[in-house]
């Protein structure tokens, strides 16, 4: 496909159940985002990866957030023993280039997968 | 603590009349600044963006206006289309943290009334 796709679409997990979160970043696009999306809120960052190298991950909320991009394309956030403050949408984006400025490098972003723990 | 934000939740609009959205951001050290429109159920979409060594930047029906003083920035559409309702976020990025972490606001619904 030409865009960022992202699967499931929607998630429902029970409180204390493990979830996989997948992204498929657009060919070829050597940057990769992990972003966090509140209900009312804009998303918020969690984690960048630069091929397969993650290179920040300041803005994972707690380590039960782990996220992995392990050949340099799908990338995966996972999040164990999920909580109810964890029900967000969950985007993902890539970007053709490493670093510089954001216009030069911007970030396409797939639908996202709303995520509903109860 | 926010640093990027949008005061006006939604704003309702005309057709063929100018719409502005708001922003204003509080870290010094921005020094990009892009706009994203959101329809639902789509991730955002890059609009427009400025360079804070610019103050004006424009883009067919769109242009960014930047006031580093007062740290504002606004989104002017002119004419506004039915087709521009959707939500619009407001989005910095810090050299001092890579251009790749992007800070964003908390979003205006924007509804353009036929």
């Known amino acids: 496909g030409a865009g960022v796709s992202q699967s499931p679409r929607y998630k429902v997990a029970k409180r204390g159940q493990d979830v996989a979160l997948r992204c498929d970043p657009i060919?070829?696009?050597?940057?990769l985002f992990w972003y966090q999306q509140a209900l009312g809120q804009g998303p918020e960052f969690l984690t960048y990866f630069q091929n397969e190298a993650q290179l920040d991950k300041s803005g994972l909320p707690s380590d039960r957030f782990f996220a992995e991009r392990p050949e340099g394309s799908v990338s995966t956030l996972k999040i164990q023993r999920t909580q109810q403050e964890d029900s967000a949408v969950y985007l993902c984006?890539?970007?053709?280039?490493?670093?510089?400025?954001?216009?030069?490098?911007?970030?396409?972003f797939g639908p996202g997968t709303r995520l509903t723990v109860l | 603590d926010q640093q990027v934000k949008q005061n006006s939740p939604s704003l309702s609009v005309q057709e063929g009349r100018i719409s502005i959205l708001n922003c204003d951001y509080t870290?010094?050290?921005?020094?990009?600044f892009l706009w994203y429109k959101k329809y639902p159920a789509e991730g955002p979409t890059f609009l427009i963006s400025?360079?804070?060594?610019?103050d004006k930047n424009e883009d067919g029906r769109f242009t960014v206006f930047l006031n580093k003083s007062a740290k504002h920035l606004s989104l002017h559409i002119v004419p506004s289309q039915p087709g521009d309702s959707a939500v619009y976020f407001c989005?910095?990025?810090?050299?001092?943290?890579?251009?790749?972490?992007?800070?964003f606001g908390t979003g205006t619904r924007l509804t353009i009334i036929p």
């Open positions: 989005a910095a990025s810090d050299p001092n943290f890579g251009n790749e972490k992007l800070t």
């Open positions: 060919s070829g696009h050597v940057s």
């Open positions: 984006a890539s970007s053709l280039v490493d670093q510089g400025l954001a216009g030069d490098n911007e970030q396409f």
């Open positions: 870290n010094s050290m921005f020094d990009y």
């Open positions: 400025i360079s804070s060594i610019k």
